[in-house]
């Protein structure tokens, strides 16, 4: 299996970054697990930095597993919506004022 990306979108890129890694280092805590997301190189443009978080296929099963219930009442239809808004509201609900899209690549 290939790890999940998602490009998250900030305007306070050190600072929602330190966010996200603690969020989801405390998943992975709850998890059993550790080391299994890893972030990419950030790039700038008009006020807004972009960058990847790459997460690994058995974290997201975990995360899926453990968190079925939270991730269900998450909008969207498809599943992979439903994870990406999961990741969003998560992020958000730890003071993170970013957007989270899931990518291809």
Do not use: R
Not at 9 to 22: A, C
Request: hydrophobic share 40%; proline share 2%.
């Amino acid at each position: 299996m290939i790890n999940t990306v998602y490009e998250i979108s900030s305007v306070n890129y050190l600072d929602d970054k330190f966010i996200i890694n603690n969020a989801l280092s405390e998943l992975a805590a709850k998890c059993g697990l550790q080391n299994e997301f890893d972030f990419g190189q950030p790039t700038s443009m008009f006020g807004w930095t972009f960058f990847k978080v790459l997460i690994k296929p058995n974290f997201q099963m975990q995360i899926e597993q453990k968190l079925a219930d939270m991730i269900k009442k998450s909008k969207g239809s498809k599943h992979e919506e439903k994870f990406t808004n999961f990741l969003s509201d998560y992020f958000q609900s730890k003071g993170c004022k970013v957007k989270v899209k899931l990518t291809d690549a």
